[in-house]
T-cell receptor, first 117, second 118 residues
Framework: KAGVTQTPRYLIKTRGQQVTLSCSPI?????VSWYQQTPGQGLQFLFE???????NKGNFPGRFSGRQFSNSRSEMNVSTLELGDSALYLCASSPTPTGAILNTEAFFGQGTRLTVV | AQKITQTQPGMFVQEKEAVTLDCTYDTSDPSYGLFWYKQPSSGEMIFLIYQGSYDQQNATEGRYSLNFQKARKSANLVISASQLGDSAMYFC???????????????FGKGTKLTVNP
């Protein structure tokens, strides 16, 4: 069974550009969550999608957006990139929404390391 | 609001010895789950162990065990017989039931960097 796949693994962008990151969940998983990881702030929740609907959103500006397709693949987009957006972006998939069943673990991808210069 | 605190930024342990990584949590939800994840330098978060708030016994998974003390709101991870491959970042995380008005997301601590010395 294939794991969570995130593409690309590494990305370098210039301030002001936009970027789209992709996440393919484990087959059969309908929930996809996105997290931003930085040395200073740690892991911060961005948003969660389940069956193409955004269920929850973290405390990030509107420049951060996402969507989920009918095959459960998800993309997140960051517009007007800032230096502070440099981070490891992690995607996690699970069969049910986070919190629906307590002992449902989230399976993470290897992340996309975004560097904004 | 939910909060996870990991007070040890870094820990060192000798190979083959046991090590305890601390985790305390704060929540007003009666039903919650506690997770430990390992993050090697490759970046991927690897699930290690889970403990439910109503579980009577401490969870164990191979060399990993969770020392759950509900009254103290602590969920420490114990790694027995440390191996060089255990060197990584370790994160404690919490989730709550949606029906209880939980936050519907995993809340993570800042992590502990474990180094296993040969």
């Amino acid at each position: 069974k294939a794991g969570v796949t995130q593409t690309p693994r590494y990305l370098i962008k210039t301030r002001g550009q936009q970027v789209t990151l992709s996440c393919s969940p484990i087959s059969g998983h309908r929930s996809v969550s996105w997290y931003q990881q930085t040395p200073g702030q740690g892991l911060q929740f961005l948003f969660e999608y389940f069956s193409e609907t955004q269920r929850n959103k973290g405390n990030f500006p509107g420049r951060f957006s996402g969507r989920q397709f009918s095959n459960s693949r998800s993309e997140m987009n960051v517009s007007t990139l800032e230096l502070g957006d440099s981070a490891l972006y992690l995607c996690a998939s699970s069969p049910t929404p986070t919190g629906a069943i307590l002992n449902t673990e989230a399976f993470f991808g290897q992340g996309t390391r975004l560097t904004v210069v | 609001a939910q909060k996870i605190t990991q007070t040890q930024p870094g820990m060192f342990v000798q190979e083959k010895e046991a090590v305890t990584l601390d985790c305390t949590y704060d929540t007003s939800d009666p039903s919650y789950g506690l997770f430990w994840y390992k993050q090697p330098s490759s970046g991927e978060m690897i699930f290690l162990i889970y403990q439910g708030s109503y579980d009577q016994q401490n969870a164990t998974e191979g060399r990993y065990s969770l020392n759950f003390q509900k009254a103290r709101k602590s969920a420490n991870l114990v790694i027995s017989a440390s191996q060089l491959g255990d060197s990584a970042m370790y994160f404690c995380a919490m989730s709550s039931l949606i029906t209880q008005g939980g936050s519907e997301k995993l809340v993570f601590g800042k992590g502990t960097k474990l180094t296993v010395n040969p």
